[in-house]
């Protein structure tokens, strides 16, 4: 089985799609005059908007959910992953993937938006409602969905379960099978509560679980400071082959750092859509803008704030193509959240594998509901005119099911299973929104020329030569205004709003 998966995995994760990955964040930014960089202070202006309506969630909400998706098993385990098959200048790749995919997860969740529909009362939106209504190609549409509800409903989610399984046992000696037990129950309690619930679990869980984890890190950092200049520096020595040793992992520094960087922060992937079109927003960039910045969040600071971890306190191996060791800091423990447990132990003795493991718990277990999520918005597209209730009530079942296989399986098949699901999405949607760039970057200049006015941006597609956009039509935008501020957030009064 294993033989197969990695034999699929080599066609799928081929040179040209790390290179696609990397070519295509480069044009978007390019396309985008670097919105990563021009639009940063907008960014958090607009990530903290918790206005809502009684369809959609807030901003900050949609973005909870997002994260609930990027922080997972891949800032912990898969950091460590990347470093052992690809040296420590994998980390750099990470970066690079993660600056230059800040304006394809921009591209991608803005057209989430333009083309979102609302179905039994919710926002619903993603690559395959833009694919159909933009390219007018309803086949490859259905081809997404259905790739997507396979790689998020059943071959993803037991990777996240796998690490949750691993951690336990190592840090509080709890079997695996008790580990499926319990995240069963809790899948099943949150999962059929609706978006809703997801979506206020998802706010409430993953700004703790992240900024806990990389206050954690900081801490780790600070008392070993002195080592930090000389790991920044590795990173950079190893990521081009110039530190002694890392040559033989050159050419794995590329693809493990894309590959990992790409499984973290999901840019360009076309997951991030999904929650990013269930937001209650006047104009579609608004969002796209947040979910760029989710990248930032993901990468830059989670996936960072792991390996400075693991390097400062040398626990981490390097292994070259032929499996020989590079580098040995850490013998007898596979490559995983194993690491980061004994690089924090080493530092916090009695504390730091017993930390690890309570962070993945909630940063894999949230990544697994957003998963679902994404999921069921796809189920939703396929359900839209031929209603199959049963299909909903299959997919939950089948993610638990798949979540609890995961814990008793090897981690190498769970992953290789995942990096099919994360390869073949990743494929369908780059190629889709290449061919959907001209109204994700009108909306971006409409938005901008609006701000320029000192208005505050509604959404108009007709305006913008953009058809197919259903749900904006008319005075759809000014409608979900005023939704928004009869329908505030508790405790607190949405700010007036001009109509363009």
Same mark, same amino acid.
């Not at 073949?424 to 290449?434: D, E, F, G, Q």
């Given at each position: ?317 390097? *292994?070259? @193509?032929?499996? &020989?060791? +590079?580098?040995?800091?850490? #013998?007898?423990? $596979?490559? %995983?959240?194993?690491? =980061? ?95 959907? *760039?001209? @109204?994700?970057? &009108?909306? +971006?200049?409409?938005?901008? #020329?609006?701000? $320029?006015? %000192?208005?505050?941006? =509604? ?42």
């Amino acid at each position: 089985m294993e033989e197969l998966v990695n034999a699929i995995n080599g066609v799928v994760w081929s040179p040209a799609l790390i290179y696609l990955c990397l070519g295509v964040g480069l044009y978007f930014s390019l396309r985008t005059r670097f919105l990563q960089l021009r639009h940063f202070q907008e960014m958090l202006r607009l990530m903290f908007n918790r206005q809502s309506s009684s369809a959609g969630v807030s901003s900050f909400q949609a973005l909870a959910m997002t994260l609930a998706g990027r922080v997972g098993t891949g800032n912990i385990a898969g950091v460590a992953t990347a470093i052992t098959f690809g040296g420590p200048g994998a980390m750099f790749w990470m970066w690079l993937v993660a600056f230059l995919g800040a304006s394809s997860a921009f591209v991608e969740s803005t057209l989430g938006q333009v083309y979102k529909e609302k179905i039994d009362g919710q926002y619903r939106g993603g690559p395959a409602f833009y694919i159909e209504k933009g390219l007018g190609m309803k086949w490859y549409a259905w081809l997404f969905a259905l790739t997507t509800v396979v790689a998020t409903g059943v071959l993803l989610p037991g990777i996240q379960a796998n690490s949750i399984a691993n951690s336990m046992q190592s840090a509080f000696g709890i079997a695996p099978t008790v580990t499926a037990a319990v995240l069963a129950i809790m899948l099943g309690f949150i999962i059929f509560g609706g978006v809703k619930r997801i979506a206020v679990f998802a706010g409430a869980v993953v700004p703790f679980m992240a900024l806990g984890y990389i206050i954690v890190a900081c801490v780790v950092i600070a008392l070993n400071i002195e080592q930090l200049p000389g790991v920044v520096a590795l990173i950079f020595k190893s990521a081009f082959g110039l530190e002694a040793g890392m040559g033989a992992v050159l050419g794995f520094a590329i693809q493990w750092g894309v590959k990992r960087g790409i499984y973290s922060n999901e840019a360009g992937q076309g997951t991030g859509p999904h929650a990013s079109s269930a937001a209650a927003v006047s104009h579609p960039a608004k969002q796209g803008l947040v979910q760029a910045f989710s990248v930032y969040i993901d990468t830059l600071f989670v996936c960072s704030a792991t390996a400075f971890m693991l390097l400062i306190t040398g626990q981490y191996n390097v *292994q070259g @193509p032929d499996g &020989a060791a +590079l580098y040995t800091g850490i #013998a007898g423990v $596979a490559a %995983g959240p194993g690491y =980061v447990q004994t690089a924090m132990e080493s530092i916090m003795p009695g504390f730091g594998s017993v930390f690890v493991a309570l962070a993945l718990f909630f940063f894999a277990f949230t990544t697994i509901i957003a998963y679902y999520y994404i999921a069921e918005t796809n189920v939703a597209f396929i359900n839209r005119k031929a209603r199959r209730p049963w299909l909903v009530f299959a997919l939950k079942v089948g993610l638990m099911a798949a979540t609890v296989y995961g814990t008793v399986k090897t981690a190498d098949l769970a992953w290789g299973l995942g990096d099919i699901g994360v390869g073949l999405m990743a494929w369908l949607n780059i190629v889709a929104i290449i061919l959907m *760039q001209k @109204p994700a970057l &009108a909306c +971006l200049r409409d938005y901008e #020329a609006q701000k $320029a006015q %000192g208005l505050d941006p =509604v959404f108009h597609p007709e305006k913008l030569g953009i058809v197919n956009a259903a749900y904006w039509a008319g005075r759809r935008a000014e409608s979900n205004l005023d939704a928004e501020r009869d329908d505030p957030p508790p405790g607190g009064k949405p700010e007036p709003a001009k109509a363009g």
